[in-house]
């Protein structure tokens, strides 16, 4: 195929790398307010959709309001709101109950195990075939992913009170968020990815809200001002901008190899943690990481040599 072509396909792997790369901080933003302050979990993640709601509307009102805007019909409507619900509220929220118990780098080990179900999940639902460079670029991130995992697990962090809880909620997240990825696939190429997602984040947010007003005691106003600064960091580095980034990637190289690529995200995430957590990196996290990066350099060169 033409340059042209094979520079768009790379140009979206580069986009969802750094997409990733900021989605990834949201541990760390979090762990920070855990750690420095009082918040709990669904005040906090409320907080995240207050500061991010602003840029989510306005692109919308935007995007709707261009003269090639093609209206949603009410089947589109529902199902944008039930997916984006589905990724950002409800992933969300068993992800961010997880990080009450495990560590930044440990959250998004788990969690990066969605790329193999979002495979698995559009090769039942969608009897998409998985190809050979798949399995191989899935084998050597899993690997990483395992490596790293009983790295951390065999220093003691399993010991830690209700260790194996924070692993579950991350890991139902996992599974949650790989239906958003499949689901957003399908829908991104109708209605193109800024405007499905301005509307699948607002209806998120407006489902982290709801949560929050029908469920917590806790006052948004009059708190230690270091949650507003992780709040806001985390609304605007970690769930806006790499919103949007996400949805491009997954427009320019389908959802099985965004998925894929993202396995960055584990690598960034553990290093962010050392940097501004002081978590101890391992020998083995190392050896899982340089396996992570295989698998993502691998659909790189991959996708660059067979589209040229």
Known sequence: MSNKTSAYFVGGILITILGSICFSAKAIFVKLAYVETAIDAVSLLALRMIFSIPFFLGSALITSSKKDNVKFTTKQWIYIALIGCLGYYISSLLDFLGL?????????????????????????????????????????????????????????????????????????????????????????PMVGPVKFNSYAMSFAAVGVLLHYFF????????????????????????TVIPSYLRSEGIKRIGPENSAIVTSIGPASTIIQANIFLGEPIFALQIAGTALILAGVMLIGWRAKRNLS
């Not at 969690?111 to 191989?136: A, D, N």
């Not at 009059?222 to 580095?237: G, N, R």
Request: hydrophobic fraction near 55%; include cysteine.
């Open 215 to 238: 469920t917590s005691n806790q006052s948004l106003f009059h708190l230690d001002e270091k949650v507003y600064i992780f709040s806001f960091l985390m609304a605007v580095i970690s």
């Open 100 to 188: 009450l118990y495990i560590s930044a780098g440990m959250e998004r080990l788990i969690l990066f195990m969605y790329p193999t179900l979002v495979v698995l999940m559009s090769s039942i639902i969608f009897k998409e075939k998985i190809s050979t460079r798949q399995w191989v670029a899935l084998v050597l991130t899993y690997a990483g992913l395992v490596i790293a995992f009983l790295g951390e697990v065999s220093m003691g962090a399993s010991s830690e009170e209700n260790f194996y809880l924070g692993c579950l909620f991350v890991f139902a997240c996992a599974v949650t968020f790989a239906a958003y990825v499949v689901g957003s696939g399908k829908l991104i």
